[in-house]
C-alpha cells in the first residue's frame, strides 16, 4: 500500500502539533496554574484563620462572662460588715477572697493570651490577603500573556488546519481514520518506519513475526507498545 499521502499529510500536521505544543506547553500557562492554585491555598487558609478567629473571640467572650462573675462575687464580698462576724465566718470569707482574686487574676491572664492570638491571627490573615492579592496580580498578568500567544497561534493554527483538511481526500480512509483515532489521544509522530527487521521505528520494541508478515498486505501495523502505525520504509 502506497502511504505517501499518508506521510505527506503527517509532515503537515507536525507543524499543527507543534503548535499545540507551543500553546499547551506555554511557561506562562504553567505559571497561572501555579498561581491558581497558590491563590486557592491563600483563601483555604483565610477560611481557616477566620473560624480560628471566631474560637477565640468565643472564648474570650467566656473569658469575660467568668471575669464579670467573680467580680460580681468580690463586690458583694467587700459590702459585709465584717464586725458581724465571727472569727470562723471571717476565716472563711478571707479564704473566699483571696480565692476569687486568685480567680481574676489568672482570668485577666487568659484574656491577655487570647488577645495576643487574636492579634496573631489577625497579622496572618493579613500576610495571606497579600499572598492572595499578589498571586491574583499576577495570574491577570499571565493571562494577559497568554491571550497574546494566542492571538499569534491561533491563525497559524487555523491554516495549517485548512491545509490539512484539503489533503484529507488524498488519503486512504481507513488509513486516515487510524491516524486521527492515535493523533486525538496525543500521539504523535503516529505513523513510524520499521526499524530493522521487526522493530518499531519510535518505542523500539520488538514486533511480533506474524504482524511483520502481515505489513506488506495492510500498509502498517499497531506496535502494541506505543500504539504508533509501523511502515515499512
Ligand atoms: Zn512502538
Redesign the pocket.
Known amino acids: 500500500m502506497d502511504l505517501t499521502q499518508l506521510l505527506k499529510y503527517q509532515d503537515v500536521d507536525a507543524k499543527l502539533f507543534s503548535i499545540e505544543q507551543k500553546l499547551t506547553a506555554s511557561p506562562h500557562k504553567k505559571k497561572a496554574n501555579e498561581l491558581a492554585l497558590l491563590a486557592k491555598k491563600a483563601q483555604a487558609k483565610s477560611t481557616e484563620l477566620e473560624n480560628e478567629a471566631n474560637n477565640v473571640l468565643k472564648e474570650i467572650d467566656d473569658l469575660k462572662v467568668s471575669f464579670q462573675q467573680n467580680k460580681k462575687s468580690l463586690d458583694s464580698l467587700l459590702k459585709k460588715d465584717l464586725d458581724k462576724l465571727s472569727l470562723e465566718e471571717f476565716d472563711s470569707l478571707s479564704s473566699l477572697k483571696s480565692k476569687i482574686l486568685n480567680n481574676l487574676n489568672s482570668l485577666e491572664k487568659m484574656l491577655q493570651k487570647s488577645a495576643e492570638k487574636i492579634n496573631n491571627i489577625l497579622q496572618e490573615f493579613n500576610k495571606t490577603k497579600k499572598m492572595y492579592d499578589n498571586a491574583r496580580l499576577q495570574f491577570e498578568d499571565c493571562k494577559k500573556k497568554i491571550q497574546e500567544e494566542t492571538k499569534i497561534l491561533e491563525p497559524e493554527k487555523d491554516k495549517v488546519k485548512k491545509e490539512l483538511e484539503s489533503l484529507e481526500s488524498t488519503v486512504d480512509k481507513r488509513l486516515l481514520e487510524e491516524y486521527k483515532k492515535r493523533r486525538n489521544d496525543n500521539i504523535f509522530p503516529v505513523v513510524?518506519p520499521l526499524e530493522g527487521k521487526n522493530?518499531?521505528?519510535?518505542?523500539?520494541?520488538e514486533?511480533p513475526m506474524a504482524a511483520i508478515s502481515r505489513i506488506n498486505d495492510t500498509g502498517v501495523i499497531t506496535?502494541?507498545?506505543?500504539?504508533?502505525l509501523?511502515y515499512k520504509k
Open positions: 513510524v522493530f518499531c521505528g519510535r518505542c523500539r520494541m514486533l506496535c502494541e507498545h506505543c500504539k504508533r509501523v
